[in-house]
């Protein structure tokens, strides 16, 4: 999946961390959930209020985040396909111009990459196949070639960038004040219903967190699960990107959608972002993108890196867990 921006990256990390608060949020006035929790999970009965401890709310935050950076390990065991519909707007709104890209997404040795198929859903020429292929031959030859030295730092970069999402999850919860508004039915499963407002007073430590103020949301939490399966988000305030970088604008809004795969994690299934920008202080950027991915597909990694006429030719041997 392509990270949509610094913005919505960081929301979709934060999402599933909301139940913490909201559940913290629950007063005298609201029915206390009834959390159905295995037995290796955290305790998570409110008291008599309705009310959960702060001991309680950290250990569920704890599994929140665990299960959320899981989801993210095991997409790379899988093979799937992006839609994009990026539609231009004029200032009242209508589209002015509409472009679709279709892309085959695959993991090599630790990096996702994209391989574009279809443009305006038309599959490529034999020219841009052919250079598309160019790009995927480069990065095996780049993994091919890589030093044990380059790999090693590469490794420890994303294990750094796993630990900031942590800290991220962390100030996350300290920055809103959550409420459970009930529960609704989603694809045929349960889910909880929560209203994330911006706490006033809030300080973040984190500089990514500074923006979080700016936005206010609703999220949808498995209920068997404790997955995130939807967020809808909106800028309720001006958020500068960069000094002279971007500026995002009050109505922005995105609604993301994550269903279960094989019975064995949350993958995502639908974003939707409406965007009002204005780029380096000079354009007016109204969009509308809506990604869409279907077709997982589960695969087995190999120490052995193939070219893209040894994939052509051999392609993996184990079926779909669809």
Same mark, same amino acid.
């Given at each position: 999946m392509k990270k949509p921006g610094l913005i919505l990256s960081s929301f979709l990390i934060a999402g599933v961390v909301i139940l913490v608060g909201s559940l913290s949020a629950v007063t005298q006035d609201d029915p206390a959930p009834t959390l159905s929790i295995a037995a290796s999970k955290p305790d998570l009965t409110p008291d008599a209020n309705g009310v959960l401890s702060q001991q309680q709310m950290q250990q569920l935050l704890r599994v929140v985040a665990e299960k959320d950076m899981e989801n993210d390990k095991r997409l790379r065991d899988y093979t799937y396909i992006e839609r994009d519909v990026h539609h231009n707007l004029d200032h009242n709104g209508q589209v002015k111009s509409t472009e679709i890209t279709t892309y085959d997404v695959m993991e090599i040795e630790g990096e996702q990459v994209q391989r @574009?198929?279809?443009?305006?859903?038309? =599959? @490529?020429d034999a020219k841009d196949a052919a250079k598309e292929d160019g790009k995927i031959q480069k990065i095996i030859d780049k993994r091919k070639n890589e030093s044990e030295e380059a790999r090693?730092?590469? %490794?420890?970069?994303?294990?750094?960038?796993? %630990?900031?999402?942590?800290?991220?999850? #962390?100030?996350?919860?300290?920055? +809103?004040?959550? *409420? #459970?508004? $009930?529960? %609704?039915? @989603?694809?045929?499963?349960?889910?909880? &219903?929560?209203?994330?407002? =911006?706490?006033?007073? +809030?300080?973040? *430590?984190?500089?990514?967190?500074?923006? #979080?103020?700016?936005?206010? $949301?609703? &999220?949808?939490?498995?209920?068997?699960?404790?997955? @995130?399966?939807?967020?809808? &988000?909106?800028?309720?305030?001006?958020?500068? &990107?960069? #000094?002279?970088?971007?500026?995002? *604008?009050? $109505?922005?809004?995105?609604? +993301?959608?994550?269903?279960r795969v094989n019975d064995e994690v949350w993958l995502p299934k639908h974003l939707d972002v409406k965007l009002d920008v204005r780029l380096a202080l000079l354009k007016e950027y109204d969009a509308n993108l809506e990604q869409s991915f279907r077709d997982y597909k589960k695969f087995r990694t190999s120490a052995k890196i193939l070219s893209v006429g040894d994939v052509k030719e051999n392609p993996p041997s184990n079926a779909p867990q669809r």
């Open positions: @574009l198929t279809e443009k305006n859903d038309k =599959p @490529l090693r730092k590469r %490794e420890q970069k994303e294990e750094k960038d796993r %630990e900031d999402d942590r800290k991220f999850v #962390l100030e996350v919860a300290d920055a +809103y004040n959550f *409420h #459970l508004v $009930g529960t %609704e039915s @989603l694809g045929g499963r349960e889910a909880w &219903v929560i209203d994330a407002e =911006p706490r006033p007073g +809030y300080e973040p *430590h984190m500089k990514e967190a500074k923006f #979080l103020p700016k936005f206010r $949301g609703r &999220v949808w939490i498995d209920k068997s699960d404790m997955q @995130l399966s939807k967020m809808d &988000v909106q800028c309720i305030d001006t958020v500068s &990107v960069g #000094l002279f970088l971007a500026r995002i *604008h009050k $109505g922005t809004r995105f609604v +993301y959608e994550q269903t």
